[in-house]
């Protein structure tokens, strides 16, 4: 048996109950982010309304707070080593808090957005250095124990109470409630950090690449844009779509030379030398791509054209979170086995929900859609671990640290890309074939004349051809969600086909 790295100062000079309770305040904290992204996504419908925005207008409040999560993830070291754990911890905690409960005060699409953003900045560094302090807690030969408890815990207080509660809150009172609840918890996560963590000298201190940081920023926060705006915008047309698409460009053209050049970016390319590394950043990519997609798309679905309500809704995500804790669960068995079998199993999984969403229509049940939503979140878990085994089993351990913030930078770009891209394709899908449907609405089509295929529909009385436009709106609206879901299908299948260039060699042993 190799061996271990010797433990950390924090296991010698403090008691077993002083670091259990380090671990039980930095736990709490680093729940929030989870809870807040998951609530938000069970409310899109009443913010949407509330808003008097468009279902992909509102789901900016999502990916914009997922890419601001991604690019400050990997400035968790730099703030570490130059203001020390215990700060960084308390202002993220603090000020993720505050910016909580101002996103309930919003009264605007533009400050909602401002204020997710600014949530989603304040929370990157605390799930790294949480996770890192909670190892440190603890001797080196019970990091496992300790990590399956740290994500354990992420994984059920998050995403299975939070969204369970905030549906209910906001059938009962208002979406803001949703995100008021979260205030109290962040105050007592605050207050607990203040008492148990120790205090520590900064770090060496480090210098931050700002060039390669701003550049990367500049690119991702561009695409993001064209994503997001170019569908409502006619994509090129636009003036501004040409300049965002421009910057976009011009910024990543700049990142990677600057990557290549310079001393000590901000990324570092080695990185990507390691072959199994660098297909694990691509199958990562891709999981976050797969990872929040249904549960931002569903809502809007289920409440505007289904007719479901917040609580519904919010139970609905809630069997997600289930479904990851058992998913969970059985990778630690499945991990025994080569990690491709693990990751296999997992992105079938995914792809198999995406099949069953393709048939469903606007009269489907809410038990069909728990056992879909458990099944993707069973999936969810069970591609985690191998995952994040293979892609780090032959990495060199000088690199790990950066590698593993790269790793988790390229899950949150996936998610909000991929978010965008699909409400783009949900909208333009849904406007093409609205147009197409009511061009059947003619005296000349001559199933309009039998008896019993109009129903309470009628072109002959407004309010009749009122119902009608609405139920071809609907009916288009649902072919725009099928071709989403089909898009999310295409790509957990690809996934297995990439799952399997990695290499076997040191896998199984480590």
């Known amino acids: 048996m190799p061996d271990l790295p010797a433990d950390s100062p924090l296991v010698t000079q403090y008691s077993f109950s002083r670091r259990v309770c380090i671990m039980a305040a930095v736990v709490l904290g680093s729940t929030l982010y989870s809870t807040t992204l998951l609530i938000a996504s069970a409310m899109l419908p009443q913010m949407q309304g509330s808003m008097a925005a468009t279902a992909d207008e509102i789901a900016w409040s999502t990916t914009f707070n997922i890419l601001a999560t991604a690019i400050c993830t ?26 909580t409960y101002l996103c309930g005060q919003a009264e605007s699409l533009e400050t909602l957005v401002l204020w997710r953003v600014l949530q989603g900045a304040m929370g990157a560094p605390v799930v790294p250095i949480s996770n890192a302090l909670v190892l440190d807690c603890f001797p080196r030969r019970q990091a496992g124990i300790v990590s399956s408890i740290f994500g354990m815990t992420a994984v059920v207080l998050g995403p299975v109470i939070g969204p369970t509660i905030g549906g209910f809150l906001a059938e009962a009172y208002s979406w803001r409630y949703a995100f008021y609840m979260i205030v109290p918890a962040g ?48 994509w090129y047309e636009s003036s501004e779509i040409v300049l965002e698409s421009a910057l976009a460009i011009g910024a990543a053209y700049l990142f990677v030379v600057h990557s290549a050049t310079a001393e ?65 669960f059985s990778a630690i068995f499945i991990g025994r086995l080569d990690p491709r079998i693990g990751m296999t199993i997992g992105f079938g999984l995914l792809a198999l929900t995406g099949v069953w969403l393709i048939e469903i229509d606007l009269n489907i049940g809410v038990y069909d859609l728990l056992l879909n939503a458990f099944v993707q979140g069973m999936a969810a878990g069970i591609v985690w671990v191998p995952l994040s085994v293979m892609a780090f089993s032959t990495l060199d351990g000088r690199l790990m640290a950066e590698g593993m913030a790269v790793f988790h930078l390229l899950r949150n770009i996936g998610s909000s890309l991929f978010i965008s891209m699909a409400f783009a394709l949900v909208v333009q899908s ?3 074939n609205y147009s197409r449907l009511t061009e059947l609405v003619t005296p000349y089509n001559r199933t309009m ?5 109009m129903g309470s529909w009628t ?10 436009a609405r139920e071809i709106n609907r009916q288009a609206a649902m072919i725009g969600y099928l071709n989403a879901f089909w898009l999310y299908t295409a790509t957990s299948t690809g996934a297995i086909a990439l799952v399997w260039l990695a290499r076997r060699k040191r896998i199984a042993a480590e």
């Not at 770090?203 to 690119?219: N, V, Y």
């Not at 199994?276 to 505007?304: D, I, K």
């Open 264 to 328: 000590r970016p901000f990324l570092s390319p080695r990185l990507l030398k390691d072959r199994n590394y660098a297909l694990g950043l691509v199958l990562v990519l891709t999981y976050g791509m797969l990872n929040f997609t249904p549960l931002v798309l569903l809502p809007p679905l289920l409440q505007t054209y289904v007719g479901y309500p917040d609580g519904i809704i919010g139970t609905i995500v809630a069997a997600r979170g289930l479904g990851g804790t058992i998913g969970f």
């Open 459 to 468: 072109v002959e009385t407004l309010p009749g051809l009122t119902r009608l």
């Open 187 to 234: 105050a007592a996560g605050f207050c607990a950090l203040w008492l148990v963590m120790p205090k520590e000298p900064p770090g060496a201190g480090t210098r931050l690449d700002w060039i390669g940081f701003l550049a990367l920023s500049l690119a991702l926060g561009s695409l993001q844009l064209v994503l997001s705006r170019g569908q409502r915008l006619d």
């Open 449 to 453: 004349n039998l008896p019993w295929s």
């Open 74 to 99: 990997p400035m968790a070291g730099f703030f570490v080593a130059n203001f020390g754990r215990r700060k960084v911890l308390l202002t993220a905690v603090g000020g993720f808090t505050i910016v």
């Open 430 to 432: 849904t406007g093409a």
